[in-house]
């Protein structure tokens, strides 16, 4: 399975994004799936996670409230849905699997991981 996320660009503080994960390969319908993102000069942090069943999501204490995580398995695509966007929230961001199902915050957790896409927001 290979992970292709998309969706990053510019925008101004307030607006929003939605970011896109595809997976490709074989179906991911038992696989976690993560988003985390990385500021220049900062560590790698977590954003959200998704089971696979879609029933429950987690999210950062940053964004709660704010992004939203959705996934539909039959299209091997997940979604990180971001409103009200900050300029702290300018980072890369990783889309990332997890096999057996549950979401985790630890980014060790994850063993496969997309390409990233750079999210920028301008006060």
């Known amino acids: 399975v290979q992970l292709q996320a998309s969706g990053g660009g510019s925008v101004q503080a307030g607006g929003s994004l939605r970011l896109s994960c595809a997976a490709r390969?074989?179906?991911?319908?038992?696989?976690?799936m993560g988003w985390f993102r990385q500021a220049q000069g900062k560590e790698r942090e977590f954003v959200a996670a998704i089971n696979w069943s879609a029933r429950s999501a987690y999210y950062a204490d940053s964004v709660k409230g704010r992004f939203t995580m959705s996934r539909n398995s039959a299209k091997n695509m997940v979604w990180l849905q971001m409103d009200s966007l900050e300029s702290e929230d300018t980072a890369v961001y990783y889309c990332?699997?997890?096999?057996?199902?549950?979401?985790?915050?630890?980014?060790?957790?994850?063993?496969?991981w997309g390409q990233g896409t750079l999210v920028t927001v301008s006060s």
């Open positions: 390969g074989r179906p991911f319908s038992n696989w976690a």
């Open positions: 990332a699997a997890r096999w057996g199902g549950f979401g985790s915050r630890d980014s060790s957790d994850y063993g496969l």
